[in-house]
């Protein structure tokens, strides 16, 4: 009895601690910050305002853009986020970028991109996400990939998370799911 506690402690804390997350990266740079809006660009009509672009590089190497992002409300506009996911568990992908612009309002709203960087060095950008919500109970959506937790085989899946009144997850439904084939994604009919 004692060998069957053991195993399980270990099949469940082993599988816990190989589930991922999405984290702050230093290999990724934004060149853009809340400080580009300035009164002046506030004072002009909303027709004759020019966009603000926001760079994404790699730190190695900031005279190459990896990502352009032009806030769609540069008003609210407050922040970029890169998180990295190494190693999602899709064949030929080493890593996943999230990529979240953020709005300063009385509630949070987000844009939120993903772009899988192939082996070959090679970006693919999934649908965007758009998030907004005031306080709990609230439904999140974001993709899952294959290492993280409820991840499936060579798939992503675009779900929704409730959030219960307390902060804590009462349900995950899959909205879309995308396969993978090691080259290009598909949408099952």
């Excluded at 005279?63 to 064949?91: A, C, H, M, R, W």
Aim: proline fraction near 5%; include cysteine; glycine fraction near 4%.
């Amino acid at each position: 009895m004692k060998k069957i506690i053991l195993l399980f402690n270990f099949l469940a804390f082993g599988f816990i601690s190989f589930s991922q997350d999405f984290e702050p990266t230093d290999a990724y740079k934004v060149t853009a910050t809340r400080s580009l809006v300035t009164e002046e660009l506030l004072s002009l009509d909303s027709e004759n305002r020019p966009a603000i672009d926001c760079y994404v590089y790699r730190s190695e190497s900031p005279e190459k853009v990896v990502i352009k992002i032009t806030p769609s409300e540069y008003e609210l506009f407050d922040s970029v986020q890169v998180q990295v996911l190494k190693n999602p568990g899709l064949e030929n992908v080493r890593e996943v970028l999230r990529v979240e612009v953020e709005y300063s309002a009385c509630c949070f709203w987000g844009e939120i991109s993903y772009y899988m960087i192939t082996d070959a060095g090679e970006m693919i950008k999934l649908p965007d996400l758009h998030q907004s919500y005031c306080d709990w109970p609230a439904v999140i959506d974001e993709y899952y990939f294959p290492i993280q937790h409820d991840g499936e085989n060579n798939n992503i899946q675009n779900n929704s998370i409730s959030i219960n009144s307390e902060g804590d997850v009462d349900n995950i439904k899959t909205n879309q799911l995308l396969l993978w084939d090691g080259k290009q994604i598909s949408v099952p009919e």
